[in-house]
Every structure is written in structure tokens, then in C-alpha cells.
């Protein structure tokens, strides 16, 4: 009988879990594909965030901390392992949660249903900011008015000067202001950090998981964007800004934060946003995926390798500067908004956009505007700063 038992545990190591021995194991964990039961992958689950978080000493006792709440799994984990977290190991932080609503009719307007119920469920307070209090605009009334081509160029230049550039989207309000607003990641950073200091926080913190980093990480390869390379890993960011940026899920994968909400059934949303067609970033990231799949490791070791690219001593870094026109932060005479808005206002939209001829990694040398246009091109779609 005891033979047959011991035969029993060991034959596909499948009956008990192979971490506490004791229970049936339910999953085979993701990242390490062992067999565990519910309570070990929870411990594992918290205890490795947990860890992240003293180990990268991401917060203080005291700290007021807004949690970036979209209503989706990621960040709905976010918060309820946090409040778990603070709580058990006592953190001592205030933690609060601040959702963006760009006016997104039957994407966001629902997942704000599941952030406004979050907060009862944990007892966290919520702040909404949305874009038409910031901006004026929601994303529906610029999507009714130009429709969804080209957006993605402009994106990543403008979400990050809209607030330098807001006389100049008055002036060419509906096509700026909607290629700011079509949902890459740091629009929601911007209006977050107006959100963030509504709610006087020390710290934001984002959902933001392995599988995105390592993605960051291929796709600014692809594009030779070294500078963002050499930043994209970082679990800070942002120091030397108003409000310092976490990612205590860094090296969380995707397919456990899934697992932990199915089997805390927790309440998130789960619907992708309906105007952000990101393809090139949709392939990387199903790459990824594949490689996950041969290899679980893969997504660490992608992130490993991000973080520990050097840059040659030899590898010309741009220089920052200031934009001529406008003031703004820019490594070239005129920033990569002026040269789009340039563009725009002499009916020519397409003058930013469009691969140039003999750029061979976005190290972009020239300093005259008309060169600066070419340059931003390999950025589009350009969610690749957190
Ligand atoms: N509208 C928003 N309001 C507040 N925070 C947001 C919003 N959208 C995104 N974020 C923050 O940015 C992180 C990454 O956003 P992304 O759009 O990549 O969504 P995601 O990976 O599907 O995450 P989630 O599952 O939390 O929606 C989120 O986890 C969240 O912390």
C-alpha cells in the first residue's frame, strides 16, 4: 500500500504539491511550471512581490501612495495585493486609487464601474481625473470628428508636451489633442501625474508586468532606441520628477496575475480598449508569448538582458536641450512636437511621419527641424517609456 502510494507521488510528481507536499496541486505554476495547490501559489504569488518591493525599497513607512486603477486585471491585482501586503508587513503607506477616464463609451465607463466597486471591496479611496476636465475633449467626440487613421504617430510625442503645447493643440485642437488621447500607456502617465498630484501622493504605482517590460525591451531593440533601452528596466522612474513611478509586478507574469484573480475571483474588467490598434507591439508581444511557451524563463531573461545592455562609450547619447520654439525638453533645435505641429499647420501632416531613408538606429545626429522629422518617425506607436 505504501509502495504504491510513494509510486503514486512520484510517478508525473503530479499528486501533492510539489512545495508544501501536502495538498492537491490545481496549476502548474507559469513562470516555473511546478505543480502547486492554491495557498502555495498565493504565498509564492505575494511573497515574491513582497520581496521586490524591500529588496528595490520602493516605498517608506508614511508614504501616501495612488495606485494607476483601469479597472483591468493588472492593476486590480495590484491594489488588492498591496492593501494585503501593507497590511501584513506593515508597510505603512497610504494607499489611494486614481483612475484615468479618457471617455471611452463601453470600455471605460465600465472598467470605472469595476474601480468604483474596488473601492468599497477594499476600502481605498478613488480619484477620477478625466481627459475632458484636463484636456476638454473625451476620446469619443475626437474619434466622431477624424476618425482612427494615423493615430499612432503622433502619440508618443505629444502625450508627453501636451501640457507644454497647450496653446498650440487650441490652435490645432481636434488632430493633436487626438493623437495625444489614443490610449498608449503614458497618456495615462501624464494625466495620471496631474491625478497623482491632486492627490498630493508621494509614489504612483502601475500594473505594469513582466510580459510588458520584456516587450518594452524587444521593441526598443527593434527600433534601436537605446536611450529608452537603457531606462525601460528600471522598476523607478521618474526621481527627478514631481511624483516617482513603481512596478512592484516587474518580474510578475501576466499568466499569474491572471490565474491569481481567477482564483481570488476578484472583480476586474477584462475588455480591451477599442482605439488602440498598437500591431507592432502586438507582435512582439505574441513573440514573446511563443517564447514563454518553449521556454518559461525567456520573459526574465529578456528583461536581464535590458538591464544589463551597456552603452559603448563610443555611442552617441542625444544631448538634452530645449526646444527653440517652444521650451520644451529636447535634444534637437526644434522638439519633436513643434516639427508635427510644423507639419499640421502647413497642411502637410504627413512631414513627421514615415520611415527615413539611412536612419539606422534613431541616433539621430542633425539638429535642423527638418531632420528632427525624420527622426521621430521610429517612435510611433511609441509606448515605450513607462
Ligand atoms: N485609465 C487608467 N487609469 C489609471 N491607471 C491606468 C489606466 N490605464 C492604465 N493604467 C495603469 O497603467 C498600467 C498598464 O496599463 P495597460 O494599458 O498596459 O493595461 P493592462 O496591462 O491591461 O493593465 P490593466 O490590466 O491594469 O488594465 C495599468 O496596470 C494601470 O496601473
Known amino acids: 500500500m505504501e509502495a504504491s502510494e510513494a509510486k503514486s507521488k512520484r ?23 511546478q505543480q502547486i495547490c492554491r495557498e502555495c501559489f498565493y ?10 518591493i524591500v529588496q528595490n525599497r520602493l516605498f517608506k513607512s508614511g508614504e501616501r501612495v495612488a495606485i494607476g486603477a483601469s479597472g483591468g486585471k493588472d492593476s486590480t491585482v495590484l491594489a488588492y495585493v498591496l492593501s494585503e501586503l501593507n497590511r501584513r508587513h506593515n508597510y505603512g503607506l497610504d494607499l489611494f486609487l486614481l483612475s484615468i477616464d479618457e471617455g471611452i463609451t463601453g470600455y471605460r465607463d465600465d472598467s470605472l464601474e469595476t474601480v468604483k466597486r474596488n473601492e468599497v471591496q477594499y476600502g481605498l479611496p478613488l480619484q477620477i481625473v478625466s481627459y475632458k476636465d484636463l484636456y476638454g475633449w473625451t476620446m469619443d467626440d475626437i474619434v466622431k470628428m477624424i476618425g482612427l487613421k494615423n493615430n499612432c504617430t503622433f502619440c508618443g510625442v505629444f502625450r508627453r508636451q501636451v501640457s507644454k503645447h497647450s496653446l498650440f493643440t487650441q490652435t490645432f485642437i481636434i488632430p493633436i489633442i487626438f493623437c495625444f488621447m489614443i490610449s498608449s500607456l503614458i497618456d495615462f502617465l501624464k494625466a495620471l501625474d496631474r491625478g497623482a498630484t491632486l492627490l498630493k501622493v508621494d509614489k504612483l504605482v502601475t500594473g505594469h508586468n513582466a510580459d510588458d517590460i520584456a516587450e518594452t525591451v524587444l521593441l526598443n531593440i527593434l527600433r534601436g532606441d537605446i536611450a529608452r533601452l537603457s531606462r525601460c528596466t528600471s522598476i523607478t522612474t521618474g526621481e527627478d520628477g514631481p511624483i516617482p513611478r513603481c512596478k512592484p509586478f516587474k518580474y ?10 481567477y482564483f481570488k475571483k476578484l472583480d476586474y474588467f477584462s475588455t480591451e480598449c477599442i482605439y488602440s490598434p498598437n500591431a507592432y507591439r502586438g507582435f512582439a508581444r505574441e513573440f514573446i508569448k511563443d517564447l514563454e511557451r518553449l521556454r518559461p524563463r525567456a520573459i526574465l531573461d ?5 538591464e544589463d545592455f551597456r552603452i559603448a562609450t563610443t555611442t552617441k547619447m542625444p544631448e538634452q536641450g530645449t526646444c527653440e520654439r517652444c521650451g520644451y525638453i529636447s535634444s534637437q533645435k526644434w522638439c519633436k512636437a513643434c516639427v508635427l505641429l510644423e507639419g499640421l499647420n502647413r497642411g ?15 541616433d539621430n545626429k542633425h539638429t535642423k527641424a527638418g531632420s528632427t522629422a525624420k527622426s521621430i518617425e521610429s517612435k510611433q506607436c511609441g509606448s515605450l517609456d513607462f
Open 11 to 33: 510517478a508525473g510528481g503530479s499528486r501533492l504539491c510539489c512545495i508544501c507536499n501536502k495538498r492537491r496541486p490545481v496549476l502548474k505554476r507559469p513562470k516555473t511550471l
Open 43 to 52: 504565498e509564492v504569488f505575494e511573497e515574491e512581490i513582497h520581496q521586490v
Open 252 to 261: 510578475t507574469y501576466e499568466k499569474e496575475i491572471v490565474m491569481y484573480a
Open 302 to 306: 529578456i528583461i536581464k538582458s535590458g
Open 348 to 362: 502637410l501632416p504627413k512631414m513627421g511621419i514615415g520611415r527615413p531613408r539611412g536612419s539606422v538606429n534613431g
